[in-house]
């Protein structure tokens, strides 16, 4: 985790920013003569505003965090007003999850608006509140905002200064064959199974098995997917605990040590998300002690109850997506591959354009988002390559098509580079070459592709022209993704199960 490469310096100023916005927050509301829960509700309410918020732009990430209340006030008060009422709360309680997880059809914006809601009902739950707490709650999450804000939006905005990154939405569909639709059906049996085992573990903190198996499910478009992240989950919580057990119960709470072993949690948060879910548990969990002795009310039990809690929570998940609406690993990772080949195609024509003389067309943007599509591609196929899985021949078959990816990624860099010199010329070899490279694309996606179809009128005209160097570079990238594409095929058409052959 700590080796893995951080282009830019991105994570390292995500997670510094953060320490600043919530540190901020929490001073705001701390200030302001806030209760302790209001002060850790107004500290959630801003790290979950700077950890969800995904937006491609900057104003897109401001409307974002502008609705975070809309959402999260009505069912902090449903969630207060239903404290009394055990069996309406977890009805409502499971009805948020579903709600929430739904919400992601709607983007980056539906899924942020998605977690603040869950996580309101939830912090409830944590903090037992009743209605008389409302108003204390309300305005410490309104302080919040607008402290963490001013920092995200004004003091430390680096993302204007960069390109707004591509985030590739879940593959589409309609009712049931929408994987939004079947994660919220999974999600409401799963949170029902986390929350009856939760009771009868314990009547105070059953709703740790629920947030359990929600949150594996976010960022999953898959079964496997599912599976391992809630293997990572547990993994990361059992470590976090040790953690808590040889650095915050020996606190009893002590404010100064425990906010600046907070203040470190939350940077290890940020830091680690993108790379590492089970040290970003680690960090959660550790933070999630700390925060128990700030409130007198954290002790070795209530750590071995939270990691059972939690198995709770993974197993939930685990029989929701094996048995309910499944959607199979091979069906998720192919619709990810086969976007990534139309990001390549697209790339391509882009290039071939801006090389016969286009200005307008820029394959940058486009070679960034396929870096983005890949990188999710590889989450989808992580299950598959994942030490633990016993399939020796589906763990070849994805091993081999992450290597022919980051092939794919690497010519289109390389085009992407050659066709922004000023100095490039329009080669007829250049459209044959793109053509070619259609065909190939046509060939993975479609069962009637040719890719050993007759090159394309004009082709044979161009050994008779010019080479000019830039040319020749562009030619070699072509070249190069319409062998990858061609080999792509043996593993993406042959099934799961069948041995390897390599060519």
């Known amino acids: 985790m700590f080796v893995v ?15 600043f916005g919530v540190g901020l ?28 918020v995904t937006d491609a732009t900057v104003r897109a990430q401001a409307v974002s965090t502008a609705l975070l209340p809309a959402v999260g006030f009505p069912v ?3 969630a207060a007003g239903l404290h009394d009422t055990p069996v309406l709360r977890d009805v409502a309680f499971l009805a948020v999850a579903g709600l929430g997880v739904y919400a992601r059809r709607w983007g980056p914006r539906g899924h942020a608006l998605g977690v603040f809601a869950f996580m309101m009902f939830f912090v409830a739950q944590f903090l037992h509140t009743v209605p008389g707490q409302l108003p204390g709650l309300c305005t ?16 430390w905005c680096y993302e204007r200064r960069l390109p707004p990154p591509a985030a590739p939405a879940l593959p589409g569909g309609t009712g049931l064959a929408r994987i939004t639709t079947r994660q919220a059906v999974q999600v409401a049996v799963a949170g029902a199974f986390a929350l009856v085992v939760g009771q009868v573990l314990s009547e105070g903190r059953w709703y740790w098995a629920v947030g359990a198996a929600w949150w594996i499910f976010v960022n999953t478009a898959s079964r496997g ?68 002795g700030l409130l007198g009310a954290l002790e070795p039990s209530l750590l071995a109850l939270r990691l059972a809690e939690t198995g709770v929570g993974a197993l939930g998940a685990a029989l929701a997506v094996a048995f309910v609406l499944p959607v199979t690993t091979h069906s998720a990772t192919h619709a990810w591959i086969e976007r990534a080949v139309h990001c390549v195609h697209g790339c391509t024509t882009t290039a071939a354009r801006r090389l016969a003389g ?27 390559v994942h030490p633990l899985n016993p399939l020796r021949a589906r763990k070849a078959r994805a091993r081999q098509v992450l290597a022919l990816l980051d092939d794919c990624a690497r010519e289109v ?66 070249h190069g993704l319409e062998r990858v594409l061609t080999e792509l095929a043996t593993p993406l058409h042959s099934a799961p199960d069948a041995p390897l052959v390599r060519s």
């Open 225 to 292: 997917e599912t599976l391992l992240r809630g293997f990572r989950r547990v993994l990361g919580t059992v470590v976090g605990i040790v953690a808590g057990l040889l650095l915050a119960v020996p606190l009893h709470g002590a404010l100064a040590p425990t906010a600046a072993l907070v203040a470190v949690c939350v940077f290890a948060i940020f830091y680690t998300a993108p790379v590492s879910y089970s040290w970003m548990m680690l960090a959660v969990t550790l933070m999630v002690s700390l925060l128990y």
């Open 25 to 52: 927050a929490v001073a705001v509301c701390g200030l302001t003569g806030h209760t302790l829960p209001a002060v850790i509700t107004g500290g959630l309410a801003a790290l979950l505003a700077l950890f969800t």
């Open 358 to 384: 286009d200005p307008d067309a820029d394959p940058a943007p486009l070679a960034a988002q396929l870096e983005v599509v890949i990188g999710r591609a590889r989450l989808s196929l992580a299950p598959l």
């Open 76 to 78: 902090l008060a449903l």
């Open 5 to 19: 490469p951080d282009p830019g310096r991105l994570r390292l100023r995500s997670a510094t920013r953060s320490v």
């Open 140 to 155: 410490a999450v309104a302080l919040a905002l607008v402290a963490s804000s001013g920092v995200r939006f004004g003091l």
């Open 413 to 478: 860099r390389g085009l992407a580079s050659v066709a922004a010199d000023p100095q490039a010329s329009h080669d007829a070899r250049l459209a044959a070459a793109c053509w070619r490279v259609e065909a190939a694309v046509e060939a993975l996606v479609s069962p009637g592709g040719r890719p050993d179809a007759a090159p394309a009128p004009g082709a044979q005209a161009a050994s008779a022209q010019h080479h000019h160097p830039t040319a020749e570079a562009a030619l070699r990238h072509l």
